[in-house]
Every structure is written in structure tokens, then in C-alpha cells.
């Protein structure tokens, strides 16, 4: 009698644990586009790096957004490219915080504002990210980190 219960209960268990691991998030989406004085542009190059290796990259001819597809539990350094314009680089944590199992779904609306190279910059903020976004427990959203922004922009 002991040995079928036992059977059905690892079986159990296992359908369980199978379940909960394809539950988890794997991948969170980004539309990524590129601006010049607030209008959407083209002829833009998006690299993306992860653990300091180039991972993938997208020309777009179009000014329309790019999704871009990133795996959960990594660290990803995005530069956007354009002849003639500064490169701009945003950090993306996609490291999902403890006990959050699902997220909003809608990909994250990146808009990055491109300035030609002769425009003035702040030369101590030249290299530094445009933005740093993390997954927001409570929002359960992909979200730009408002104290980073606040320390960059003050």
C-alpha cells in the first residue's frame, strides 16, 4: 500500500516542481528606440553586452522601436550608436527579485534622446549611463532607477 502512495506523491511533487521552474520569468522585453530633438530617428545601431562580451546587435534603418529580448538574472550594458552623434550606454539589471513570479507584460518603452558630437556635454557625466533600469518588486515592471537619474541630472 506504502509503495503506490509513494509513487503517485514523487509523481506529484515532480509535475509540481516542473511547473513552478517553467513559471519563473525568463526573458523580459524592451521596445528600444533612438531620438534626436524628440523625434524619433533611424540609421541607429543598438549593442548589446553582457558580462562585458558583445551579445547582439541591431541596426535600425526605420525610426520605429526595436524589441529587444534580454534573459532574466543577468546584467546587460546597452550602447546606442549614430554617425555623427554621442554614443549613449544604459545598464539593465534583469536579475528578478526573490518571490515575484510574474510581471507586467508589456515590453519596457526605452526612448534614448541622441546629441551630436558638438553639442556641449557635461565632460564629468560623458561616460556615465544615460539611465539604470532594475525590475521594481512592487511595480512588477522593468523601471528606470529614479535615484540614479536624480544623482546624474541634479
Not at 36 to 65: C, H, M, P, Q, R
Request: hydrophobic share 40%.
Amino acid at each position: 500500500m506504502q509503495t503506490p502512495l509513494l509513487r503517485v506523491l514523487s509523481t506529484f511533487s515532480f509535475i509540481i516542481l516542473t511547473l513552478s521552474f517553467k513559471a519563473q520569468i525568463k526573458v523580459l522585453e524592451i521596445n528600444a528606440s533612438a531620438l534626436v530633438e524628440d523625434k524619433a530617428v533611424g540609421d541607429y545601431t543598438i549593442l548589446i553586452y553582457s558580462d562585458g562580451n558583445l551579445k547582439d546587435s541591431v541596426f535600425s534603418k526605420k525610426s520605429k522601436a526595436v524589441t529587444l529580448s534580454l534573459e532574466s538574472g543577468k546584467l546587460y550594458s546597452i550602447v546606442f550608436k549614430k554617425a555623427t552623434y554621442n554614443n549613449k550606454l544604459v545598464i539593465v539589471d534583469t536579475q528578478i527579485p526573490s518571490g515575484l513570479r510574474e510581471l507586467v507584460e508589456e515590453p519596457f518603452e526605452l526612448q534614448i534622446e541622441l546629441a551630436k558630437v558638438s553639442e556641449s556635454l557635461k565632460q564629468d557625466l560623458a561616460d556615465y549611463p544615460v539611465a539604470i533600469l532594475t525590475v521594481n518588486k512592487k511595480e512588477k515592471s522593468l523601471m528606470a532607477s529614479e535615484n540614479y537619474y536624480k544623482l546624474t541630472h541634479n
